[in-house]
């Protein structure tokens, strides 16, 4: 069963620009994660915010979670051809197993 | 460091014929497991994960099996294929007990014909 659902489902910028993508989700979580898959590639874990984290920085990634609303946003300022990418968030509910979202497909135009 | 190994990387099936995909890893202990699949490359469904030597847990009924004979060794496998067990497999583990992120392997694209 899916249990992050991301928004858009794509998106397309210009090198430079920002990228926003949201993921929301249904149950309470322990955690929340955000990876990232080139295509026909493994997943590579970005980023985790815990459930009384509010928002989390690394690099030029920063990623917020709100659990009131059951949302998080992944946020790739000054963004990249190499960006270019599909975004997964993912929620760890309860006994460390991720339910995936559909992801959001980023493509960064140079 | 710890590294994840699956293959084959790609792997053309008939219908009806067995599976057995592969994953180890490398430079840690009694790791979580997981195989999990994406179809039409969005959106992945958790199939088994184990938390040691012969525990399994499945997520979904289907048409696989998973089995971990070792305690960095985890094997996905079918005894008759079908079409719609195409897709992109993924494996990946974590540390036990610690609130972190997954480690995936690169992924076997399975096409059954």
């Known amino acids: 069963s899916q249990q992050g659902e991301e928004d858009p489902q794509a998106l397309s910028i210009q090198e430079g620009e920002n990228a926003t993508m949201n993921c929301s989700y249904k149950t309470s979580i322990n955690n929340l994660q955000w990876y990232r898959q080139n295509s026909g590639r493994g997943l590579v874990h970005l980023i985790l915010?815990?459930?009384?984290?509010r928002e989390k920085h690394s690099g030029r990634l920063r990623v917020t979670l709100d659990t009131s609303k059951k949302s998080s946003s992944l946020l790739i300022t000054a963004s990249r051809a190499a960006d270019t990418a599909s975004y997964f968030c993912?929620?760890?509910?309860?006994?460390?197993?991720?339910?995936f979202g559909q992801g959001t497909e980023l493509s960064v135009k140079p | 460091s710890q590294t994840i190994h699956q293959w084959p990387a790609t792997l053309v099936q008939p219908v009806g014929s067995p599976l057995s995909l592969e994953c180890t890893v490398e430079?840690?202990?009694?790791?979580?497991l997981y195989w999990y699949r994406q179809a039409a490359g969005r959106g992945l469904q958790l199939l088994f994960y184990?938390?040691?030597?012969?525990?399994i847990s499945s997520e979904v009924p289907q048409n696989l099996s998973a089995s971990r004979p070792q305690d960095r060794q985890f094997i996905l496998s079918s005894k008759k294929l079908l079409l719609s067990d195409s897709g992109f497999y993924l494996c990946a583990w974590s540390v036990t007990g610690t609130v972190s992120g997954y480690t995936f392997g690169s992924g076997t694209r399975l096409t059954v014909v």
């Open positions: 184990s938390v040691g030597i012969g525990q």
């Open positions: 430079g840690t202990s009694n790791p979580n």
């Open positions: 993912a929620t760890d509910n309860q006994g460390g197993k991720l339910i």
């Open positions: 915010i815990r459930s009384n984290e």
